[in-house]
C-alpha cells in the first residue's frame, strides 16, 4: 500500500495527528524568516533567541565552557569514519583510515547505533554558535556537514545517508530484532536541521531534505501491518524532525512523515486518561509527546495539547523522584512507588532532557508557573549536575541507591545517548531564563546572563550567585523608556514569601508562591530591580512510603556525602566491547552504609544546620546513631558516595 494511501485510512479512523509547528514560540525572531508554516494556536509565552542571551559567570558558563572543550577535541574525521566506512569512501587523509582515532562504545563499527553522536555534535555546536557568537564552533560544524553531503553522494542510493546500511531499516520494517535505526537517524535529522536554523547552512538543509525524501519513498510500501509492528521499535523524535522540516519548507511529504510515526498503542490511552507507562521504556516514550505539542502549535485539535499536558502532569506527579528524573533500568515504574525503586540504574539523562523540551512546549501554551518550576528543579538536581567538573565527562543515570555515586563517560569509548544529548543540555542553558508575551517579559530561572530584546531596545543585566544566595538583581538599559509588564517568577517553593525592591525602594507583594510577581511600570535605563526569596530546608516523602524521604533547601536537592570505600578505580564506565556495561556495574556498596536516620520525629531543622561560611551546606547534629553528615548539594556532588533518600525513624 502507498504511504499516501495508508495515511489517509489512518485519517479516516481519527488516529493520526498532523503537523506540529518548529514553532515561533520556540525559535522567533532569528528563525522566523526561515519557517513557511506559522503557529496558530493562542500562546502565552514566546521564547527568545538563544543568540540574544548570554550567560555570565557562573557554574553554567562552566559547564558550557567544559562541553565546548570536548566537543571541539573530538576530530570530524572520526565522526565521519563510520559514514565513510559505510560507503567505502576514502578518508583522504595521507596513511588512510590508520591515522584516525577510531571512536568506540556505542561509535564503534560494530554498533548499531553509530552515527548518532555525529548528530548530536552537529545540534550542540550550532547551540553553542547561538549562545556565544563564536565562529570556531560554525567552521567545525560546516566541516561534518560537507563531509556528510560527499557520503551522501557518493553512497548513490536515493539520498540514503547514516553510518550504517539500509538493511538495519529493512529489518526494523520486516519487524526483525534491530537497535533503534530510525532513532538514529533521527539524531541526523535534528542535527543538520539546527546547522540550518542557527548557522544558516543552505547545505545542510539540502541534505536533510534529501534525506527525508529518501525516508518518504521508503516508508511508502509499507503496509498497516508492517508500520505496526516497526514502529514499536524506538524512534526517537523523528517526527518532530519532520515536523519541522514541514514547517521551514511547507512540503505535504513531510508532514505525512511525521504523521506516519505517530504510535496509536502508547498514545491512544492518554486520550483516555490512563497511565500506561508502567514498564515502558521511557527515552522511547517521551519524545512522541513533543510530537504531539507541536501538532496543537499549528492549530491542529486541543487533543493534542490535552495528551501532552495528561502525559506530563502523570511523570512529574507519579512517575519523578525529587530531582525531577524518572526510570528505574531506563523504564517506567509502577506509579507512585519511588522507594521500590532506590537503584543504581534510575534517573537516565535523556528522559531529563527530552521533558525539558516537552516542559518548554508547555510554559508556552499555557504560561503556568508550574512548568518553571519543575524545569527549574531537573535543571538544577540533574542537568547541571549530570557532568563532572574535573573532566567534563557525562553520567548516564543518576543513582538513588544509598551509597551510590555518579559514573561518569570516557572521552573516546563511551558515547552514549547521554552523552550525546549531554552534548546539547550543557550548550542551550539560556533557553529558558526569559520568556515574553506580546506586552512584557518573563524571569523564569535565577541565572547569571544578559538578555537583548531588540524589538524593545533594552539589555536586561541578572546578576546572581543563585541558589548560593537568595537575591538576585536585574538592571535596565534602556534607550527610551519603556512602559512594560514584568513577570517575575515566584517559586511554589518560596513559602516563606519574598522581598522585592525597585530602585531600593520595597514594593508590596500581592501574589503568592506559584505566580508571578506582576511588576507593571514605565522602565528607564539604569533602573534596577533586586527580588529576595528566602529558601528554607523541607523534607519530601515518598508517596508509597512516608518515612522514605528527601532534603531540600529551596529547589535545591540535599544529598549526604559518603566517602569513597569500596569505590572502584577507574570510575568510568569504559569497556568498549560492552555497549551496555553500566548495567554490568557494581557499585560495591560497603554492607555498614546505612541510609537509617533516627531523628525521633523532630522537624528537619532540629536536626541538620547550616555551617558557617559554607553556602549550601549543612551538618546534622543530635541524632541517635551519633553520626555527623554533611548534607551538600546533589549537584556538587561528585566522585563519592552519596545518599539522597532516608529512612527516618
Known amino acids: 500500500m502507498k504511504l499516501k494511501t495508508k495515511l489517509s485510512s489512518l485519517i479516516f479512523f481519527g488516529i493520526i495527528l498532523s503537523a506540529s509547528a518548529f514553532a515561533q514560540s520556540h525559535y522567533p525572531g532569528q528563525h522566523s524568516d526561515k ?29 558550557m565552557e567544559r562541553e565546548s572543550a570536548w566537543i571541539l577535541s573530538i576530530d570530524v574525521n572520526s565522526l565521519l569514519h563510520s559514514f565513510r566506512t559505510n560507503v567505502g569512501l576514502s578518508s583522504g587523509l595521507e596513511g588512510g583510515y590508520d591515522t584516525i582515532k577510531k571512536l568506540a562504545g556505542w561509535e564503534s563499527l560494530d554498533c548499531e547505533l553509530r552515527g548518532h553522536t555525529t548528530g548530536h555534535i552537529l545540534s550542540g555546536l550550532a547551540l553553542l554558535y547561538a549562545s556565544t557568537g563564536n565562529e570556531t564552533y560554525k567552521v567545525k560544524s560546516d566541516s561534518i556537514v560537507k563531509g556528510l553531503a560527499e557520503v551522501q553522494k557518493s553512497l548513490n542510493q536515493n539520498s540514503y545517508l547514516s553510518a550504517f546500511p539500509q538493511n538495519l531499516i529493512d529489518r526494523n520494517i520486516a519487524g526483525k530484532p534491530v537497535w533503534a535505526p530510525w532513532y538514529t537517524l533521527h539524531k541526523i535529522y535534528s542535527g543538520l536541521i539546527d546547522q540550518y536554523l542557527y548557522c544558516n547552512n543552505r547545505q545542510a538543509l539540502e541534505v536533510v531534505e534529501k534525506m527525508a525524501m529518501w525516508a518518504h519513498q521508503k516508508l511508502a510500501t509499507v503496509t ?34 511525521a504523521e506516519f510515526f505517530y504510535h496509536e498503542e502508547t498514545l491512544d490511552p492518554l486520550m483516555k486518561q490512563e497511565d500506561n507507562l508502567k514498564g515502558k521504556h521511557a527515552n522511547t516514550y517521551i519524545p512522541k509527546l513533543i510530537g504531539l505539542a507541536r501538532a496543537y502549535e499549528i492549530g491542529e485539535p486541543e487533543k493534542n495539547k490535552t495528551i501532552a499536558d495528561f502525559f506530563w502532569n502523570t511523570v512529574i ?16 515504574f509502577e506509579p507512585d512507588h519511588q522507594s521500590a525503586h532506590l537503584t543504581g540504574l534510575t534517573g537516565e539523562s535523556c528522559n531529563v532532557y527530552n521533558m525539558l523540551k516537552l516542559t518548554r512546549h508547555l510554559f508556552c501554551l499555557k504560561g503556568d508557573e508550574k512548568y518553571a518550576d519543575y524545569y527549574e528543579k531537573a535543571l538544577y538536581n540533574h542537568i547541571l549536575g549530570q557532568q563532572d567538573p574535573a573532566t567534563g565527562m557525562i553520567a548516564y543515570f543518576l543513582p538513588m541507591l544509598p551509597g551510590g555515586h555518579k ?30 508575551n506580546d506586552k512584557g ?31 538576585t538583581r536585574l538592571t535596565f538599559e534602556i534607550q527610551n523608556p519603556v512602559g512594560m509588564p514584568l513577570y517575575f517568577r515566584y517559586p511554589s517553593w518560596a513559602t516563606s514569601g519574598s522581598i522585592v525592591k525597585i530602585n531600593g525602594k520595597t514594593l508590596k507583594v500581592k501574589q503568592n508562591p506559584g505566580s508571578y510577581i506582576t511588576i507593571d511600570r514605565i522602565w528607564k535605563n539604569g533602573d534596577k530591580l533586586e527580588v529576595t526569596f528566602p529558601m528554607k530546608l523541607q523534607l519530601s516523602t515518598t508517596p508509597d512510603n512516608p518515612d522514605v524521604v ?29 555497549h551496555n556495561d553500566y548495567y554490568t556495574y557494581d557499585y560495591h556498596v560497603p554492607a555498614t552504609l546505612s541510609n537509617v536516620l533516627n531523628v525521633k520525629g523532630k522537624p528537619v531543622t532540629e536536626w541538620l544546620k547550616p555551617v ?23 549537584f556538587d556532588l561528585h566522585r563519592e558516595r552519596y545518599i539522597v533518600y532516608w529512612k527516618l525513624k
Open 35 to 63: 519557517l513557511k508554516i506559522k503557529e496558530t494556536a493562542p500562546m502565552k509565552a514566546y521564547a527568545f533567541d538563544l543568540q540574544d542571551v548570554k550567560l555570565l559567570d557562573s557554574r553554567f558558563k562552566e559547564n
Open 550 to 578: 528527601s532534603v531540600s533547601y529551596g529547589p535545591i536537592v540535599l544529598a549526604a556525602k559518603m566517602g569513597t570505600a569500596g569505590m572502584q578505580k577507574p570510575a568510568p564506565y569504559s569497556n568498549p566491547k560492552l
Open 407 to 436: 559514573v561518569y563517560s570516557t572521552r573516546d569509548s563511551s558515547f552514549w545517548c547521554c552523552v550525546g544529548t549531554g552534548f546539547e543540555n550543557q550548550a542551550k542553558y539560556g533557553e529558558a531564563i526569559y520568556y515574553h
Open 224 to 257: 498497516p501491518e508492517q508500520r505496526k509492528v516497526m514502529i514499536r521499535n524506538e524512534f526517537g523524535g523523528v517526527n518532530d524532525s519532520f515536523y519541522t522540516l514541514y514547517e521551514i519548507t511547507g512540503k505535504p511529504e513531510y508532514k505525512s512523515l
Open 612 to 634: 558557617e561560611r559554607y553556602p549550601l551546606t549543612f551538618k546534622t547534629f543530635n541524632i541517635a546513631e551519633g553520626i555527623e553528615f554533611t548534607f551538600v548539594p546533589l
Open 317 to 332: 506527579d507519579h512517575h519523578s523522584f525529587c530531582t525531577g528524573s524518572n526510570s528505574d533500568r531506563e523504564s517506567f
Open 441 to 471: 517579559l518573563f524571569v523564569n530561572l535565577f541565572i547569571a546572563s544578559e538578555l537583548t530584546w531588540k524589538s524593545k531596545g533594552l539589555k536586561v543585566r541578572q546578576e546572581t550567585k543563585f541558589p548560593a544566595e537568595e537575591t
